[in-house]
């Protein structure tokens, strides 16, 4: 079992950066046994995937954030962090964390057992 926290949202002008990150509060077994994934939902669409994290650090990023967005995880603090650079008002949205312990760097929701509440991210053009 495994929760979710996620913090670092707010607002920001086009071109500008915010970091976001997740906080796991595990139990029965260790973090490091968990694949990772952000996703964000942004108004009147479906969530999408933004990139995943296998449990040894391996990323994949969407098209969409390639070359922009940089993830990493840090097994000890049981935490995954996303930078964000470069920022567009198309990455407004509200990004979530998501936690699998079956497949690995998966781009579909279904596959994702664990997920935080959230956190908004505004960019203004």
């Known amino acids: 079992q495994v929760q979710l926290v996620e913090s670092g949202g707010g607002l920001v002008q086009a071109g500008g950066s915010l970091s976001l990150s997740c906080t796991a509060s595990v139990s029965g077994r260790a973090f490091s046994s968990y694949h990772m994934a952000w996703f964000r939902q942004a108004p009147g669409k479906e969530r999408e995937f933004v990139l995943g994290?296998?449990?040894?650090?391996?990323?994949v990023y969407a098209d969409s954030v390639k070359g922009r967005f940089t993830a990493s995880r840090d097994n000890a603090k049981s935490t995954v962090s996303l930078q964000m650079n470069s920022l567009k008002p198309e990455d407004t949205a509200v990004y979530y964390c998501?936690?699998?312990?079956?497949?690995?760097?998966?781009?579909?929701?279904?596959?994702?057992?664990?997920w935080g509440q959230g956190t908004q991210v505004t960019v203004s053009s």
């Open positions: 998501a936690a699998s312990t079956t497949v690995v760097l998966s781009r579909s929701t279904a596959q994702y057992a664990y």
């Open positions: 994290i296998s449990r040894g650090g391996g990323v």
